[in-house]
């Protein structure tokens, strides 16, 4: 296990017209579990390629285990790369898959037996090593690829958004294995992924990305519930907070806490008149869209109501809704950066 730092890191492309990276600055600490989190092209997957030595940053630096090794080539680093793809050789059985990179590192016979029946076992392929990767599900080929870098015994892992390419079940499944296993070995882990759902199940924190510049980083429940700026306050949340304009800021409520007035039972609690033009039913949950005009000017809208909320709210009716006050955040409406509250009334 090893702390992963990345001090100044700038990359860039095309005779610099091209920021992938722009001054970062991050770090994983001893066995900790982070995900980069940001929409494609944001960097984060360049972020990673640089720490794994694929990419050369354009300046700053890279320390593993407090080491500097910005300048290092990729194996050593003792550094372990999954890849979206899983990058496996398809005419090779899961054992030689398995086995490659200890071949290469010239690790004797018996000592790579062991290693691939104990990573196997670990990750639940043990019957598996036979066969070859057209033979194996979306999950299994994971699996593959894990225990293939499992085996080198690294001090971080690095993963590129590895359950892309599986269905929404499986990827719920997968999602939970890969948690376990990472808890089990204590190893470091960096995940990369565009996908909030998988951000907020898997990692200790959240680094949220955009045009190459960390945005927050803090545990999933911070960055959910206290974003740093609009951009984390939409990007996370489906649906994603609720931004009002009001004298030079927005207000902003996620859409859970926006709940007919009568289900508010908070004193301190903002009311809005709500039109609603439209009522989405999902997964027991209601979705019921809307404008405000109390606060500021006219904004759409979305409340979403749990079934224990069961007022009745049809498309074409002006219902009053309130907000908990304890639940409004504010942000500066020029710069988008997180402002001081200012109390609103009832």
């Given at each position: ?257 926006l709940l007919p007035v009568e289900d508010v039972r908070s004193p301190d609690r903002v009311s809005v008149p709500l039109a609603v033009d439209r009522v989405e039913y999902l997964s027991g949950d209601r979705h019921v869209y809307g404008v405000v005009s109390r606060i500021g000017a006219q904004t759409r809208v979305v409340a979403r109501l749990p079934s224990t909320v069961d007022t009745a709210i049809a498309a074409g009716e002006t219902h009053d809704f309130a907000v908990d006050a304890r639940r409004l955040r504010f942000f500066d409406r020029d ?12």
């Open positions: 296990m090893a702390v992963v730092e990345v001090r100044g890191l700038v990359k860039h492309y095309h005779g610099g017209r091209v920021h992938a990276i722009d001054g970062v600055d991050l770090s994983a600490g001893d066995g900790e579990y982070l995900v980069l989190l940001g929409p494609s092209g944001c960097g984060k997957t360049t972020l990673l390629r640089t720490v794994a030595g694929l990419e050369e940053p354009t300046s700053g630096d890279v320390l593993i285990g407090g080491r500097v090794v910005t300048r290092l080539p990729p194996r050593a680093r003792q550094v372990a790369m999954v890849f979206q793809s899983y990058a496996l050789y398809p005419h090779k059985t899961v054992f030689a898959n398995i086995v490659f990179p200890l071949r290469a590192q010239g690790v004797p016979p018996e000592e790579r037996h062991r290693k691939v029946r104990w990573a196997a076992e670990l990750l639940g392929i043990g019957p598996l090593l036979g066969r070859k990767p057209r033979q194996l599900s979306g999950g299994e080929r994971q699996r593959v690829a894990l225990a293939r870098a499992l085996v080198r015994e690294p001090q971080v892992f690095l993963l590129d958004e590895p359950l892309s390419n599986l269905d929404a079940k499986l990827r719920a499944s997968a999602r939970d294995e890969l948690k376990r296993f990472q808890g089990e070995i204590g190893t470091t882990t960096i995940y990369v992924t565009h996908d909030q759902v998988e951000a907020m199940g898997l990692g200790d924190r959240i680094a949220v990305l955009a045009a190459g510049k960390v945005r927050q980083v803090g545990p999933p429940v911070e960055v959910y519930d206290d974003p740093a700026d609009t951009f984390v306050a939409t990007f996370i949340g489906s649906p994603p907070m609720n931004l009002v304009p009001r004298e030079g800021r927005l207000v902003g409520f996620r859409p859970e806490h710069t988008g950066l997180r402002a001081e509250p200012v109390r609103l009334g009832s």
